[in-house]
C-alpha cells in the first residue's frame, strides 16, 4: 500500500468518477485505474461499484475513514516539516552549566527572543554530563557544557570552543589561605573542600587533578549551585576550587576572596602549572540546518568569547 493509492482512493470516493479523479490528481486516468486495481489487490476486496457513479463497496466504505485519517495525518506531517525547515518551529531548549547560564547568557536570550518571537525559549542550567545525556536523547537541541571528548566524538555532534579559564580558589575573606596572592597547591590541600555533586564536569577535573598529583581531596560536602558555594564558604571553614566565570559575584563580595593557586612543575619555582576548563557549545549536525538554532549558534559564538575577555 502506497500513500498515492490512498490518495487516488479518496479522490475517486470524493469526485464519484475515475475520470474527475485523474483530473483532481492531475494524472492520466489509466494511472488512477492501476494505483486502484494495485490497492484492491492489496485488500484482497473491491473498493467502488464499477457504475457510472464509481460507488463505494462495503470495503470502501469501512477503508474512507481510516484513509482520510492517513492523509491527513501525512499533510500535517510534510507541514510540520516544511516550518521547521523555514524556522517556525514552536521552541529551543537548551541546556547548560551555571556559571554560563547567569553571567554570560542574559543579554543573548533577549537578542533572541527578538529575533524569533514566536519560538519558546526554555533554558535549563544542568551540570554537563547531564547535559549532554539530554542533548543525546533528543530533549534539548543545544548544550553548552565542559569539554568531554568522551560524550561528544560521535560524528553527528557539532562541538565548538567557546573559551578556557583559569580554576580559582574560593574562600572566606578570613581563611588562613586568603593571605596568599597565588596559593601553593601542598597549602590548598591540607583543607576540606565544598564540591560539585557527581555528573558535573567540575567534580571530575577537580578529582582528576588531586589524582594526578598523588594527594588527597578532602572532599566535606557536595552542592549544585554557585549561591551553596558562595553561601557555605563563607561560614569560613570550607574551601572550593571553581573556574572564574562562577567567582564572578564572590569578587565583590568583601566576606570571600577569590585566589589563584599553582601547581610546581617537579618541585620548580620556575615553571608553575594552573588547572583550567574549557567551555564548548554541542550539538548535532541535522540541529544546525534549522534557522533559530544556527541562529542562537551564531549569538553564542559572537558574543560569549567576547564577554568573558571583557570581564
Given at each position: 500500500?502506497?500513500?498515492?493509492?490512498?490518495?487516488?482512493?479518496?479522490?475517486?470516493?470524493?469526485?464519484?468518477?475515475?475520470?474527475?479523479?485523474?483530473?483532481?490528481?492531475?494524472?492520466?486516468?489509466?494511472?488512477?485505474?492501476?494505483?486502484?486495481?494495485?490497492?484492491?489487490?492489496?485488500?484482497?476486496?473491491?473498493?467502488?461499484?464499477?457504475?457510472?457513479?464509481?460507488?463505494?463497496?462495503?470495503?470502501?466504505?469501512?477503508?474512507?475513514?481510516?484513509?482520510?485519517?492517513?492523509?491527513?495525518?501525512?499533510?500535517?506531517?510534510?507541514?510540520?516539516?516544511?516550518?521547521?525547515?523555514?524556522?517556525?518551529?514552536?521552541?529551543?531548549?537548551?541546556?547548560?552549566?551555571p556559571s554560563v547560564c547567569a553571567?554570560?547568557?542574559?543579554?543573548?536570550?533577549?537578542?533572541?527572543?527578538?529575533?524569533?518571537?514566536?519560538?519558546?525559549?526554555?533554558?535549563?542550567?544542568?551540570?554537563?554530563?547531564?547535559?549532554?545525556?539530554?542533548?543525546?536523547?533528543?530533549?534539548?537541541?543545544?548544550?553548552?557544557?565542559?569539554?568531554?571528548?568522551?560524550?561528544?566524538?560521535?560524528?553527528?555532534?557539532?562541538?565548538?570552543?567557546?573559551?578556557?579559564?583559569?580554576?580559582?580558589?574560593?574562600?572566606?575573606?578570613?581563611?588562613?589561605?586568603?593571605?596568599?596572592?597565588?596559593?601553593?597547591?601542598?597549602?590548598?590541600?591540607?583543607?576540606?573542600?565544598?564540591?560539585?555533586?557527581?555528573?558535573?564536569?567540575?567534580?571530575?577535573?577537580?578529582?582528576?587533578?588531586?589524582?594526578?598529583?598523588?594527594?588527597?581531596?578532602?572532599?566535606?560536602?557536595?552542592?549544585?549551585?554557585?549561591?551553596?558555594?558562595?553561601?557555605?564558604?563563607?561560614?569560613?571553614?570550607?574551601?572550593?576550587?571553581?573556574?572564574?566565570?562562577?567567582?564572578?559575584?564572590?569578587?565583590?563580595?568583601?566576606?570571600?576572596?577569590?585566589?589563584?593557586?599553582?601547581?610546581?612543575?617537579?618541585?620548580?619555582?620556575?615553571?608553575?602549572?594552573?588547572?583550567?576548563?574549557?567551555?564548548?557549545?554541542?550539538?548535532?549536525?541535522?540541529?544546525?540546518?534549522?534557522?533559530?538554532i544556527q541562529y542562537f549558534w551564531?549569538?553564542?559564538?559572537?558574543?560569549?568569547?567576547?564577554?568573558?575577555?571583557?570581564?
Open positions: 500500500m502506497r500513500l498515492e493509492q490512498l490518495q487516488a482512493f479518496l479522490a475517486i470516493a470524493d469526485t464519484g468518477s475515475f475520470q474527475k479523479a485523474a483530473h483532481q490528481c492531475s494524472v492520466t486516468q489509466s494511472t488512477i485505474s492501476r494505483q486502484i486495481q494495485s490497492l484492491e489487490a492489496d485488500l484482497g476486496f473491491e473498493l467502488f461499484h464499477r457504475t457510472s457513479q464509481s460507488k463505494l463497496t462495503l470495503v470502501g466504505e469501512t477503508l474512507l475513514p481510516r484513509a482520510r485519517k492517513i492523509c491527513l495525518e501525512w499533510q500535517t506531517a510534510k507541514q510540520e516539516i516544511t516550518d521547521l525547515i523555514s524556522g517556525k518551529q514552536p521552541e529551543l531548549c537548551i541546556a547548560c552549566i553571567y554570560y547568557f542574559p543579554p543573548l536570550l533577549q537578542s533572541f527572543c527578538k529575533q524569533y518571537p514566536d519560538v519558546q525559549l526554555r533554558v535549563t542550567s544542568l551540570g554537563s554530563d547531564r547535559a549532554l545525556k539530554v542533548l543525546k536523547d533528543g530533549l534539548v537541541d543545544l548544550a553548552i557544557v565542559m569539554n568531554n571528548r568522551f560524550l561528544t566524538m560521535s560524528k553527528e555532534m557539532v562541538v565548538q570552543t567557546l573559551y578556557e579559564e583559569p580554576i580559582e580558589v574560593l574562600t572566606s575573606a578570613n581563611h588562613p589561605l586568603a593571605e596568599y596572592e597565588s596559593i601553593p597547591w601542598l597549602e590548598l590541600i591540607r583543607y576540606p573542600q565544598v564540591i560539585f555533586k557527581e555528573g558535573y564536569g567540575m567534580q571530575r577535573l577537580v578529582q582528576n587533578q588531586f589524582d594526578q598529583t598523588g594527594t588527597l581531596l578532602k572532599a566535606a560536602l557536595e552542592v549544585n549551585t554557585l549561591d551553596a558555594f558562595r553561601g557555605i564558604v563563607r561560614q569560613g571553614e570550607l574551601i572550593a576550587l571553581l573556574p572564574s566565570s562562577a567567582l564572578i559575584e564572590a569578587r565583590f563580595d568583601p566576606s570571600l576572596a577569590v585566589r589563584p593557586f599553582h601547581i610546581n612543575n617537579n618541585g620548580s619555582s620556575v615553571n608553575r602549572v594552573c588547572l583550567t576548563r574549557k567551555v564548548v557549545m554541542v550539538t548535532t549536525q541535522d540541529r544546525l540546518q534549522i534557522p533559530p551564531n549569538l553564542v559564538c559572537e558574543h560569549i568569547p567576547k564577554q568573558v575577555k571583557g570581564f
